[in-house]
């Protein structure tokens, strides 16, 4: 493909859009913080599917019946039909109020397809696993770096990272701000589009190196112009790739299970997060940052690129 525009010099204003979702997003934490769910705090979930379309006001009022009022945030609804309903409650349900909500359905619902599913997590184990979740996305951000620095240098491995916590903050921020519930399914969402995110960076930042060695730039014009057509080299090939994988999730987000919607909904963000931030701020922060270096070289002479 050929360049349509320079993307290097207009970087400046993908930064300051970058820039602005990042303020908004703090923003976002500083007044809503994360809906978490019984994953990530002790609490119950209890789940059931309907012979028919979830009335919201009928199961509220079952609820309440038996001295459970739910929240906004607590009852959510999914399925083909949207016939499955998920209720969220902050405490852990004894044997009696299961057995009470169970007869409760019956009362409102005695067509109901199933029984109720109940999980329950106490507060030690929801500490434990918001531990582990936060160790494992560190873990996966830690190899990036060793990974890339090895393959390519170490300027490409942090200009990698910033574009990952781009992606990630961007995703948190979606969460936020819509109060989706952060669980588990979530967790596995982050490490799969940081996954989907670096291999894209990677297949940039390999033809920059190849077209690196091909032209050898010595002023920092001749290597944004480099970089530049290296980047409209990979666009057909990031776009068509996004879009199979885009068009997977959206149909999983709607067709798929309840279980999965906070997964395939933070997919989505992230899938188009990525290829933006693989294409519009990894790179552009690598020139930048490589640029200063030629700045600084002796002579007119720029300093020779890592091979």
């Not at 902050?90 to 009470?100: C, G, H």
């Not at 409102?108 to 030690?124: G, H, L, R």
Request: aromatic letters at 10%; a neutral charge; proline letters at 3%.
């Amino acid at each position: 493909m050929k360049p349509r525009f320079d993307i290097i010099r207009a970087s400046r204003w993908f930064f300051l859009l970058s820039g602005a979702i990042t303020v908004a997003g703090i923003i976002v934490f500083a007044l809503f913080g994360f809906n978490l769910s019984t994953d990530f705090k002790s609490g119950s979930e209890v789940q059931f599917e309907l012979n028919q379309r979830v009335p919201d006001a009928r199961v509220r009022q079952m609820f309440a019946s038996i001295g459970l009022p739910l929240g906004d945030t607590s009852l959510t609804v999914g399925g083909i039909q949207q016939n499955v309903v998920m209720v969220t409650l902050p405490e852990q349900l004894t044997a009696k109020q299961i057995s009470e909500i169970q007869s409760a359905e019956h009362r409102f619902f005695p067509d109901a397809k199933q029984d109720i599913q109940v999980n329950s997590v106490d507060p030690f184990v929801a500490e434990q696993t918001a531990r582990k979740a936060v160790y494992a996305v560190l873990a996966a951000a830690a190899c990036i770096v060793v990974y890339i620095a090895i393959r390519f240098e170490f300027r490409f491995a942090i200009s990698g990272i910033i574009a990952l916590l781009h992606d990630a903050f961007i995703v948190l921020a979606a969460f936020a701000l819509l109060r989706r519930e952060v669980d588990l399914t979530f967790v596995a969402a982050l490490l799969t589009i940081v996954g989907y995110s670096i291999n894209d960076t990677i297949v940039i930042f390999d033809r920059i190196r190849e077209n690196l060695k091909l032209d050898k730039p010595e002023t920092v014009e001749e290597l944004r112009t480099v970089v530049n057509k290296s980047l409209w080299q990979v666009m057909n090939r990031s776009i068509r790739t996004v879009l199979t994988v885009l068009i997977a999730a959206v149909i999983l987000y709607f067709f798929g299970g309840i279980s999965i919607r906070n997964f395939t909904f933070a997919l989505i963000i992230g899938l188009v997060s990525g290829a933006y931030s693989s294409i519009f701020i990894a790179s552009p922060i690598w020139v930048a940052w490589r640029s200063r270096s030629m700045k600084r070289a002796d002579g007119d002479h720029a300093a020779p690129i890592p091979e």
